[in-house]
Structures are given as C-alpha cells and as structure tokens.
C-alpha cells in the first residue's frame, strides 16, 4: 500500500516557472527521499532529507520536511522542459529493511 | 555499467505461462529490492533480501510468485501461471547497508500479460 499521497496529481508549467510538489505520509520515518521517473523508464534518485533536517538544496532543487506535519515538498526553480517527468517522494521508514515506501507522484510538464 | 540492469526489458507473455526476470545489482550492495509499478501509480514494495536471505514479502507476493537471490549477486523474479493481472513494470533497486542511502534503480522489466 501507498504510504502517502502527493499533490498535484498533474501540474503543467511555463519554462522557467517554478514547480511545487507536495508529499504527506503517515508513520515514522528516518528519511524522506525523492525520485524522477521518465516515461516508461527507472527512477533516478534527487535528494534525501533526513528525518532530523528541515531543509536541503540540490542545484535547482529545494526540499522541505515538516515531521510534526508528516509532510515534505519539492520545489524546483527556473524548470527546464527536460525537467518533464514523473516525481516520486519515498519514506523509508524506522525499520531495519530499508524498504521505500513511494506515493504516488506527481506528473510534471514543462512546456518550453 | 555499473548500475544496476535488469533483463529482459520487455516480456509479453501469454495467461498462465511462466516468466523468470533477472536483476544484477550493484556489485558492493548487500540489500535488493523488487517493485512493482502499474500505470499512473508509484511503486510498490515486493520483497527485500539481504545478501542471499529473503528477509521480507509483501502480501502483494501471491503464492505465484517467488523471488531468488543465491550466492548473494544476482536476483531473479519467477511469475507462475501468468494473469491479466500481473501486467506491470517490475523495477529491482539495490542499496548499500546502513541508513540515509539512496537506492539505484534499475530500468525495469514491463510485463504484458496477453
């Protein structure tokens, strides 16, 4: 089962723009992480945030993470029409498997 | 290449034959994980193994599917008696010990399921 829910489901944008995507989940975690997929392809990892940050900065990417809130979000400033996917956040949770536990993601479309 | 590649990338089979999909890990990364994705939703958690031990199934693994990871290198994924059902992209990840690390995705196997 899903661990979370993100929001928006779909969000299309102008080059340039600024993308926001929401994340919430529902039990403890060590860290939150967030993913890209492109059509039809794998994921790639984008940043992990650990349970104990509040933030974090990646190139163009900013995450959030609220833990009192259970809920994260991933901004990504200037977007690119390269920047067209699909973005996954994934708990892993207290647990000793490591296991991901994703939502079920937001599709991005930037237009140029 | 050293990430991880899963093989074949595409399998259309027909109800109730049985597939077998190959994962290569990352050589120095003891936990792999399988996934399933299905059109429009994020992927969800199969099984685990530690080295060559299968250390957790989800409920999702019906009794039709089995997974391996002998020697603790390679991972296969076996779906017996096939259904519509099964038709998904199935993703394998590895990751090395410890907390705080991200996992490596493979590109997944898309099963079609006829």
Same mark, same amino acid.
């Given at each position: 089962s899903q661990q979370g829910e993100e929001d928006p489901q779909a969000l299309s944008i102008q080059e340039g723009e600024n993308a926001t995507m929401n994340c919430s989940y529902k039990t403890s975690i060590n860290n939150l992480q967030w993913y890209r997929q492109n059509s039809g392809r794998g994921l790639v990892h984008?940043?992990?945030?650990?349970?104990?940050?509040r933030e974090k900065h990646s190139g163009r990417l900013r995450v959030t993470l609220d833990t009192s809130k259970k809920s994260s979000s991933l901004l990504i400033t200037a977007s690119r029409a390269a920047d067209t996917a699909s973005y996954?956040?994934?708990?892993?949770?207290?647990?000793?498997?490591?296991?991901l536990i994703f939502g079920q993601g937001t599709t991005l479309q930037v237009k140029p | 290449d050293t990430g991880v590649s899963q093989d074949p990338r595409h399998k259309i089979t027909k109800r109730g034959q049985n597939v077998t999909f190959r994962c290569d890990p990352i050589s120095e990364h003891n936990r792999l994980y399988w996934y399933r994705q299905t059109l429009g939703q994020g992927p969800e958690f199969l099984t685990y193994f530690q080295n060559e031990a299968q250390l957790e199934k989800s409920? $999702?693994?019906?009794?039709? %599917?089995?997974?391996?990871?002998?020697? &603790?290198? %390679?991972?296969?994924?076996?779906?017996q008696r096939t259904e519509q059902g099964d038709s998904a992209m199935y993703l394998c990840a590895s990751?090395?010990? &410890?907390?705080?690390?991200?996992a490596f995705f493979g590109? &997944?196997?898309? $099963?079609?399921?006829?």
């Open positions: 984008l940043i992990l945030i650990r349970s104990n940050e996954f956040c994934a708990t892993d949770s207290s647990s000793n498997t490591g296991k | 409920r $999702l693994l019906s009794d039709r %599917f089995s997974a391996e990871r002998p020697k &603790g290198s %390679f991972s296969t994924l076996e779906i990751r090395p010990l &410890g907390s705080n690390t991200e590109q &997944g196997t898309r $099963l079609t399921v006829v």
